[in-house]
């Protein structure tokens, strides 16, 4: 998502410096990859990898970190992911930037940022420093306000900026795509994705002879884990495992199916690209899923299990009827979200327009 909003930075003239939490995961040449150059987009790290030692130092120190890294006075200072970026950004003293606070995920399910905080008074308190607090969905929105009780009114939701017209041309900047039809999964490899739910489903379509391709696509903690789990179920020939890279959307070609196993999601930010790309949908169950595919009409949702998981996945080999249904519903969805696109870059233009500052 944050790579689909730097170009509307880079319009407004502002020079960005980004800062990482770790120096690690996937490394992105941005003068390469983006065209931008190095006066409009510097990159930082504040720790050089992830440690417990560090994660408490962000958490009992917090101010103390913001001031050994920030040493210039921006005019936006935005906190792009919850718990401690969230919460160093918040002890800030520069009383004329304009502070925006980013949520993505849906606490009620995945209130991972608890863990940089002592209490749900003291996440708000961090909250309540920010002029601007910006969700990816409507039911992250919902989510947030059921698990921190606030009456904050600087709420607003901006959906990504993915249209069809992006997509298909990300896909053509390469020319290579996968042969033969394939099922395709673009995640992290952490547990809230769900990724042993699809091994699990894949199981169940081999044991029913069924001949299939699944590439996932991503990089994260449990790489080893879900490697591990796909040689013990026998799948080394049917899932293939392919490294994050900054523009996945050349993997949408030869596509049979999209899909997303995750246990929960607050948007699902690839199943919006899928449909963009007018590749059909299978989705487990969650409220980001029903907000995505507007409750079945642009997808199939099915019931969050491997054994419901693997049955849409083999309707949609076997069955050319189901198939072309979950395509025209791929290509409604595409209309939907290309409709959305202007709306959410009008409010992302208010919201990192100037600022007045004195």
């Known amino acids: 998502m944050l790579l689909r909003i730097l170009p509307i930075f880079i319009s407004f003239g502002y ?3 980004l800062y990482l939490l770790y120096n690690y995961g996937m490394h992105i040449d941005f003068e390469f990859d983006f065209g931008y150059n190095t006066d409009q987009l510097a990159l930082f790290s504040i720790f050089p990898y992830k440690t417990n030692g560090y994660k408490q130092l962000m958490k009992s120190e917090p101010q103390k970190v913001y001031y050994s890294v920030i040493n210039d006075t921006y005019d936006i200072e935005i906190a792009f992911q919850e718990s401690y970026a969230t919460k160093i950004i918040s002890t800030s003293q520069n009383k004329k930037s304009k502070k925006i606070a980013w949520v993505h995920s849906n606490f009620q399910e995945y209130h991972f ?23 990816c969905s409507e039911s992250a929105k919902n989510a947030f306000d059921k698990t921190l009780k606030n009456n904050f009114r600087n709420k607003e939701v901006i959906y990504s900026l993915t249209d069809s017209a992006y997509c298909k041309e990300c896909a053509r900047q390469y020319q290579h795509q996968v042969r033969g039809s394939h099922f395709l999964v673009l995640s992290r490899y952490s547990p809230q994705k769900g990724l042993d739910r699809l091994i699990k489903a894949a199981r169940l ?3 029913c002879n ?20 796909i040689t013990a179920y026998d799948l080394i020939n049917e899932v293939y495992m392919a490294p994050a890279v900054p523009n ?7 596509c049979i199916s999209y899909v997303s196993p995750s246990y929960t999601e607050s948007f699902g930010l690839a199943m919006q690209e899928a449909l963009c790309m007018h590749v059909p949908v299978i989705a487990c169950d969650t409220p980001g899923t029903r907000e995505v595919l507007k409750n079945g009409l642009f997808g199939e949702i099915v019931e969050p299990s491997e054994y419901a998981l693997a049955d849409a996945m083999k309707k949609c080999i076997l069955d050319s009827d189901y198939k072309n249904i979950l395509c025209k519903k791929a290509d409604n969805g595409a209309d939907y979200w290309d409709k959305w696109v202007s709306i959410s870059k009008e409010k992302l233009e208010t919201l990192l327009s100037p600022y007045p500052r004195i």
Do not use: C, T, W
């Open 15 to 17: 020079k960005i410096d």
């Open 248 to 254: 996945p959307f050349p993997y949408f070609k030869n």
């Open 113 to 135: 940022s608890a863990n940089a905080y002592d209490s749900d008074e003291e996440e708000l308190n961090a909250y309540s420093k920010f002029d601007q607090i910006v969700f």
């Open 205 to 207: 379509l081999k044991d």
């Open 210 to 229: 069924i001949l299939f391709k699944i590439i996932i696509v991503g990089n994260g903690e449990l790489e080893h884990d879900i490697r591990e789990m």
